[in-house]
């Protein structure tokens, strides 16, 4: 077990320690934790052999199903990983379950050290057998990295690398599906702060009571069901990166609240007088449009100005060219490999569908498009009447292959020219000023004035 690295995760301080001294002069890295929330951002960067997960965190209600739930994080994740689960004696009917979800094995305490030395060691020499003794770095998901060589997406990466690295606050434009949320996790991964914790928060899915004591936290009797002291997102992602998704969804009030933490670096929890000083570095997202945030009977402009040091604009998918193709085949392998199947690649007319196809839904539809082929597939390729698109997306479906046949709609591509036009008339020909306006790079715009002969 020399060779073994070993995550435990735990909110009992005095386990961890205890685990950690026991541990440490057995295998070649003990990591302890705290907060089951920290655990995938430490998954992503350290190559960890097992988890010793506890069954149990500081929640109103102990039943188990937290721990259940982070089982089953891990195992989507990183299912290469083992994990064995803490549990509390009488509790043996819950960790059983764990087992039937995908843990390796479960250890009850109080435990012997002798036993728990026994257990590890039992699982370790599993995932060697599992892995060919190779230590393995596999990919988190089909989401965990960005895919495309277009030259939109290498302006996208140019801008990236130079921000990311930063202490600028960014905000990630897009439309629904583009991958805002990969945008953001590439940013933390590349930034100065990738060792330390990312949280996300999809603070649009927040009423105004869940808004504060999700980000902020509460103190024990704050309101009736607060039977403990639980920290917020803010704390959580205290020396990270804190993500806020859809913030163009919030309200005005949840606005003002916001933007006081963010000019005071102090978040005061629910039931509490005492500020605690947070150092977060902020990235948010929205598919609203910048123009529409603009509009101060929607969003604040000082709360704009706040989260919007440098605005990231990732491109729809109908604009990524061969990108598509690229992504077809990314998903086409990655399925193949979730549902066990064995297709060889994409043929050449269900190819032309899926490039001559608007995309509406961008990614994620591409996405659910192959995971439904490679399902359905019965032939040793993908062929075009395995591709199907999303109905969820079909009013706004702009052009759709049928056939060799292509069904446009010019009226969009028309309205997009005289946006262009307009812009570049009202900076009087400044190509830059009218890119920003537009949200597009310089270069994306003069693509854009190439293909309407502008």
């Known amino acids: 077990m020399k060779k073994a690295s070993v995550l435990i995760v735990d909110d009992d301080q005095d386990l ?31 190559v960890v052999d097992i988890v010793l997960l506890d069954m149990n965190f500081k929640s109103a209600i102990n039943t188990g199903n937290e721990g259940i739930f982070w089982l089953g994080k891990i195992k989507t994740q990183y299912p290469q990983i ?11 009917d819950l960790a059983v379950r764990s087992l039937k979800q995908g843990a390796s094995d479960f250890i009850v305490k109080p435990w012997q050290n002798d036993l728990l030395l026994q257990t590890l060691s039992t699982v370790f020499e599993e995932a060697k057998q599992d892995t060919g003794g190779k230590k393995v770095n596999v990919k988190p998901s089909e989401e965990s990295e960005l895919v495309g060589r277009s030259a939109i997406m ?55 009571t869940l808004f504060e004591s999700e980000l902020f936290g509460y103190k024990k009797g ?26 163009g969804n919030i309200t005005l009030q949840q606005q003002a609240k916001l933007l006081t933490v963010l000019q005071n670096r102090l978040v ?19 598919n609203v449009p910048l123009k529409s945030l603009a509009d101060e009977s929607r969003f604040r402009k000082d709360l704009i100005y706040r989260i919007n040091t440098v605005e990231i604009q990732v491109p729809p998918l109908r604009e990524r060219g061969d990108d598509i193709v690229l992504l077809a085949n990314h998903f086409l392998k990655f399925y193949n490999q979730k549902y066990h199947k064995h297709i060889e690649g994409i043929d050449g007319d269900a190819l032309r569908k899926l490039k001559s196809y608007h995309f509406p839904g961008n990614v994620r539809e591409l996405q659910y498009s192959l995971e439904r082929a490679v399902i359905m597939a019965e032939e040793q390729s993908i062929r075009e009447v395995d591709i199907l698109f999303s109905p969820i997306e079909q009013d706004a479906v702009l052009a759709s292959a ?3 046949q292509t069904i446009s709609n010019p ?7 005289k946006a262009i036009q307009s812009a570049i008339e ?17 270069a994306a715009l003069y693509r854009r004035m190439e293909k309407y002969n502008i």
């Open 222 to 247: 704050a309101f009736t069901d607060a039977r403990e002291d639980r920290q917020g997102r803010f704390e959580a992602a205290h020396g990270g990166t804190l993500f806020l998704d859809e913030i």
């Open 426 to 442: 009202r900076y009087g020909g400044n190509i830059s000023k009218a890119a920003r306006e537009l949200g597009l790079t310089r």
């Open 268 to 286: 005061t929890p629910l039931g509490s007088y005492q500020g605690i000083p947070i150092d977060i570095r902020l990235l948010s997202a929205t």
């Open 82 to 92: 083992k994990v064995v689960m803490i549990t509390a004696y009488g509790a043996v």
């Open 16 to 46: 961890l320690t205890a685990v950690r001294i026991l541990l440490k002069p057995k295998v070649k890295q003990v990591i302890v934790e705290k907060n089951p929330e920290n655990l995938l951002n430490i998954l992503a960067k350290e």
């Open 154 to 208: 290498e302006d996208l990466q140019y801008k990236m690398d130079k921000v990311a690295p930063t202490e600028a606050n960014i905000l990630i434009l897009g439309e629904n599906g583009t991958g805002k949320d990969l945008i953001a996790q590439a940013l933390h991964r590349r930034s100065l702060r990738s060792k330390a914790p990312y949280v996300k928060v999809d603070v649009g899915a927040l009423t105004d």
């Open 411 to 417: 009226s969009l591509e028309e309205m997009e020219r």
């Open 402 to 404: 049928v056939g060799n």
